[in-house]
C-alpha cells in the first residue's frame, strides 16, 4: 500500500496529525500552492506498520517523510531545505533524481 501510495501522488507525505514538524511542512507545501497527499499514520489503520515499512524503506523513522515524484526527499528540515535551495522546484517538475 505504502509503494502504491508513493507512485500514485506526485507528493506523497507522511504524517502523525499532532506533530509540529509534519504541521510545518503542510504549510510549506501547501504555501507554494502544492498539492499532496497526506497519510496520517496516527489516525489511519495500519499506521504503525506504515511507519516500520517506512523506515525499513528509508532509514528514516521520523515523520513527515515526503516523497515527491516517487523519490524520497526526507523530512520537514530537508523539505525547507529544498524549496531555499531550488530543489524542490526541481523535484517537482522532474528534473532532479536523489
Do not use: W
Not at 506523497?12 to 497519510?39: D, E, R, W
Not at 516500520?52 to 515524484?69: A, C, E, H, M, S
Request: with cysteine; glycine share 10%; net charge positive.
Amino acid at each position: 500500500m505504502v509503494d502504491r501510495l508513493i507512485r500514485e501522488n506526485k507528493v506523497m507525505l507522511f504524517s502523525k496529525s499532532y506533530c509540529p514538524h509534519s504541521k510545518n511542512a503542510k504549510s510549506v507545501l501547501s504555501g507554494k500552492g502544492i498539492q499532496f497527499k497526506t497519510f496520517e499514520i496516527d489516525q489511519e489503520q495500519g499506521g504503525p506498520e506504515v511507519q516500520d515499512y517506512l523506515q525499513q524503506k528509508t532509514g528514516q523513522r521520523t515523520v513527515p517523510n515526503i516523497f515527491i515524484n516517487s523519490q524520497h526527499l526526507g523530512g520537514n528540515s530537508d523539505l525547507v531545505a529544498a524549496k531555499e535551495n531550488g530543489r524542490l522546484d526541481s523535484m517537482l517538475s522532474g528534473r532532479v533524481e536523489l
